[in-house]
């Protein structure tokens, strides 16, 4: 079904925004607020309505997430739900806000961590120097080792939050993958679990510190034991 046209369908300023974003910037492009300003001719914080986009699951990067982007300018990053289809939009409201006093709880819990790739907030990506981690908290639908479905509080940098597929994360079927380990990995995992972090093997270490060598180094590492 073919969207509605930006400029001519009768809805809010967010979902007008939104299908702006989709027919005039495309994903992965960026614009600017006077482009906005533009667009929006004589609404009244056209920028925060566009903003509310992120409670639908709308990627969009300023400055403070993308270090290449100027002051003025915004990211267009990824759509989220299809607001403009009222169905989907009521399905997708945005719960009760989470109080800042539950954030703070949820991310001293995380260690000021993204629980998926364990970046600090602040921290620059590894493959991407001029992005920085922004921590935020978020709800995931969460599926225990009973059965019983929870939505429960998960600290996240926005990059992962991005390209999560936000099906449920299931603890139950971690618990099986576990119990299907020989018992000597089941107690080995045990104690990475209460000491909150992996252990390594002479193994690990040993491959870990090969693969820090600079490649002709590796070659003659490799060399060396092949003779």
Do not use: H
Not at 5 to 31: D, I, K, P, S
Not at 133 to 152: C, D, F, K, M
């Amino acid at each position: 079904m073919p969207l509605p046209v930006w400029n001519e369908f009768n809805a809010g300023t967010m979902v007008r925004g939104a299908l702006w974003l989709m027919q005039v910037v495309g994903e992965g492009n960026t614009f600017t607020k006077e482009q906005l300003r533009e667009a929006f001719p004589g609404v009244s914080q056209v920028d925060r309505r566009i903003r509310d986009l992120r409670d639908y699951g709308w990627v969009l990067y300023t400055n403070s997430d993308d270090a290449t982007l100027m002051a003025e300018d915004q990211r267009f990053v990824k759509a989220g739900v299809p607001v403009w289809d009222s169905a989907a939009r009521r399905a997708a409201a945005p719960q009760k806000a989470i109080s800042s006093k539950e954030k703070q709880a949820a991310m001293a819990r995380d260690d000021y961590m993204c629980s998926v790739c364990g970046i600090s907030g602040g921290e620059a990506y590894v493959d991407d120097s001029n992005q920085t981690a922004v921590l935020s908290v978020t709800r995931r639908e969460t599926v225990l080792p009973n059965g019983q479905e929870r939505t429960l509080l998960i600290t996240e940098c926005k990059r992962c939050r991005a390209g999560s597929d936000r099906l449920p994360a299931r603890a139950d079927e971690t618990v099986a993958d576990i119990r299907a380990l020989d018992p000597s990995d089941q107690r080995r995992l045990l104690r990475w679990i209460e000491r909150g972090r992996r252990g390594s093997t002479p193994l690990d270490r040993a491959w870990n510190a090969y693969r820090r060598l600079p490649a002709d180094a590796r070659d003659e590492v490799r060399t060396a034991l092949e003779s």
